[in-house]
């Protein structure tokens, strides 16, 4: 506010409290400035404004925020079960206890209140509390703190911290062991032996080898040693499969399969099997990928008899077999509900037959949604295409008795070759290479 004295002729001169006064009157009680009032009056300030009283401003608000205790980002991993858990999903940052803390909300604060020179206060801005997302396997402790909910492993996706759920078996597993299915990842600290069945939703790790049993995962399978399967062993993985050796057993991956030594074994991928590392031999059984298929050698000096085929989907075949036969099983049901429909209209007495009818409805209408679903899957799988102009075989020692197939082409390998890629030109394979053990590109290009 603003003051200043206007003398009136004859007037005596003004004192503090005709100042005063003159505040009062304008209700004027916060902020005044004692020294501006003492000069008016020690100067005799007439028709001149000074700055008697001012309001104040309210403070700022300060947001809540949460503060993460863990990066959102992995680091590179220190310890062997970091290791495997990277492989398992890269974005695995730590390995959580039940009750490991994970985030924590700070409280939002509320700037102080400012004041006019009336008096009346002034509410700071409002400040917004943070929101503690809620992820996969956590939960509130108390009110401000969130925590792992089970023992797991943690991640961040889609803007949430989630801990995939683990279970540790710290020993082998012997043949009289419980079957294993679980919603997380398993982890098996030694061996699995005969007849044993692991089902896990994520990833399943072995550190030890695999007698003839049998493995489903939903994401990945590692096993440290490999699999001597006695060709009753059966691996699935909804990702990748990693193993040293693969011996005379059958192994299914939605991505990929890589290990060092595969032995008269049927192994199946939606995407490339690379046997490159260590020996990188594949002898007998059969390789069948989506896209690529490569190996240090493939054959034997024996002309083991060797199946390589390109430009399929085997997962996914298999996948469009088991969603055509639960097609038919809801097909079949559909019919005996429709059959209990007609059935019940025979009921004569009217409310039993409305409650029967309205039962085998209700019954009906599920079964349409669920096969209106799985249609959608099959027909989301059929409609996948490879592009068999970029199948390719990479071999760094292909030995006779090889069969390749990609698409409509076939070709078995009459005699060795070095550092070749087949690929299909046309409806015909043709062998692409550096050098050749006997013959030079030009005439293994007309051989082939």
Same mark, same amino acid.
């Given at each position: 506010?603003?003051?200043?004295?206007?003398?009136?002729?004859?007037?005596?001169?003004?004192?503090?409290?005709?100042?005063?006064?003159?505040?009062?009157?304008?209700?004027?009680?916060?902020?005044?400035?004692?020294?501006?009032?003492?000069?008016?009056?020690?100067?005799?300030?007439?028709?001149?404004?000074?700055? +008697?009283?001012?309001?104040?401003?309210?403070?700022?608000?300060?947001?809540?925020? +949460?503060? #993460?205790?863990?990066? !959102?980002?992995?680091?590179?991993?220190?310890?062997?079960?970091?290791?495997?858990?990277?492989?398992?999903?890269?974005?695995?940052?730590?390995?959580?206890?039940?009750?490991?803390?994970?985030?924590?909300?700070?409280?939002?604060?509320?700037?102080?209140?400012?004041? *006019?020179?009336?008096?009346?206060?002034?509410?700071?801005?409002?400040?917004?509390?943070?929101?503690?997302?809620?992820?996969?396997?956590?939960?509130?402790?108390?009110?401000?703190?969130?925590?792992?909910? *089970?023992?797991?492993?943690?991640?961040?996706?889609?803007?949430?911290?989630?801990?995939?759920?683990?279970?540790?078996?710290?020993?082998?597993?012997?043949?009289?062991?419980?079957?294993?299915?679980?919603?997380?990842? +398993?982890?098996?600290?030694?061996?699995?032996?005969?007849?044993?069945?692991?089902?896990?939703?994520?990833?399943?790790?072995?550190?030890?080898?695999?007698?003839?049993?049998?493995?489903?995962?939903?994401?990945?399978?590692?096993?440290?040693?490999?699999?001597?399967?006695?060709?009753?062993?059966?691996?699935?993985?909804?990702?990748?499969?990693?193993?040293?050796?693969?011996?005379?057993?059958?192994?299914?991956?939605?991505?990929?399969?890589?290990?060092?030594?595969?032995?008269?074994?049927?192994?199946?991928?939606?995407?490339?099997?690379?046997?490159?590392?260590?020996?990188?031999?594949? +002898?007998?059984?059969?390789?069948?990928?989506?896209?690529?298929?490569?190996?240090?050698?493939?054959?034997?000096?024996? #002309? !083991?008899?060797?199946?390589?085929?390109?430009?399929?989907?085997?997962?996914? /075949?298999?996948?469009? /077999?088991?969603? #055509?036969?639960?097609?038919?099983?809801?097909?079949?049901?559909?019919?005996?509900?429709?059959?209990?429909? *007609?059935?019940?209209?025979?009921?004569?007495?009217?409310?039993?037959?409305?409650?029967?009818?309205?039962?085998?409805?209700?019954?009906?209408?599920?079964?349409?949604?669920?096969?209106?679903?799985?249609?959608?899957?099959?027909?989301?799988?059929?409609?996948?295409?490879?592009?068999?102009?970029?199948?390719?075989?990479?071999?760094?020692?292909?030995?006779?008795?090889?069969?390749?197939?990609?698409?409509?082409?076939?070709?078995?390998?009459?005699?060795?070759?070095?550092?070749?890629?087949?690929?299909?030109?046309?409806?015909?394979?043709?062998?692409?290479?550096?050098?050749?053990?006997? /013959?030079?590109?030009?005439? /293994?290009?007309?051989?082939?």
């Amino acid at each position: 506010m603003d003051h200043g004295l206007s003398a009136v002729a004859g007037g005596a001169p003004a004192e503090i409290q005709d100042v005063r006064d003159a505040m009062d009157a304008y209700l004027v009680s916060s902020g005044i400035d004692e020294t501006a009032v003492a000069r008016i009056v020690e100067q005799q300030i007439y028709f001149r404004l000074v700055l +008697v009283a001012c309001g104040t401003l309210p403070g700022k608000s300060t947001d809540g925020s +949460v503060e #993460e205790l863990f990066p !959102r980002q992995p680091d590179t991993p220190v310890d062997e079960d970091m290791l495997a858990a990277s492989m398992l999903n890269p974005s695995y940052i730590a390995k959580l206890e039940k009750g490991t803390p994970i985030c924590r909300r700070i409280p939002a604060r509320r700037g102080r209140p400012g004041r *006019t020179v009336l008096g009346a206060e002034v509410e700071a801005p409002p400040a917004q509390e943070a929101l503690l997302s809620a992820g996969k396997n956590t939960a509130f402790s108390g009110s401000d703190v969130r925590e792992s909910s *089970t023992e797991g492993y943690l991640y961040f996706e889609s803007g949430h911290f989630h801990v995939q759920q683990a279970l540790t078996v710290p020993d082998r597993l012997d043949e009289d062991s419980d079957t294993i299915d679980f919603d997380g990842d +398993v982890w098996i600290g030694g061996d699995v032996f005969c007849l044993n069945v692991i089902r896990a939703t994520g990833s399943v790790v072995v550190k030890g080898s695999v007698e003839n049993s049998f493995i489903q995962a939903g994401k990945n399978v590692i096993i440290f040693s490999g699999v001597v399967g006695e060709d009753e062993a059966t691996i699935r993985a909804g990702a990748c499969v990693f193993a040293k050796y693969l011996e005379h057993c059958i192994v299914y991956a939605g991505r990929s399969i890589v290990c060092e030594c595969s032995i008269c074994s049927h192994l199946y991928s939606d995407d490339h099997i690379s046997i490159l590392k260590g020996r990188g031999v594949t +002898v007998g059984g059969s390789l069948t990928a989506a896209r690529l298929i490569e190996a240090s050698i493939i054959g034997s000096q024996s #002309e !083991r008899s060797t199946q390589i085929v390109l430009g399929e989907h085997p997962c996914s /075949r298999d996948d469009c /077999r088991e969603l #055509e036969q639960r097609l038919q099983d809801i097909a079949a049901e559909a019919a005996e509900a429709e059959k209990a429909i *007609t059935a019940n209209e025979r009921i004569e007495d009217e409310s039993s037959k409305l409650i029967a009818q309205a039962k085998e409805r209700l019954r009906l209408t599920k079964l349409r949604l669920k096969e209106q679903q799985l249609q959608k899957q099959l027909d989301a799988i059929q409609s996948e295409s490879v592009d068999l102009s970029g199948c390719e075989l990479r071999g760094g020692t292909i030995y006779p008795k090889t069969s390749i197939t990609i698409g409509p082409g076939s070709f078995c390998v009459p005699e060795i070759f070095s550092s070749c890629t087949f690929k299909l030109v046309g409806t015909n394979i043709r062998a692409f290479a550096n050098h050749m053990a006997r /013959r030079s590109a030009a005439e /293994r290009d007309d051989a082939v």
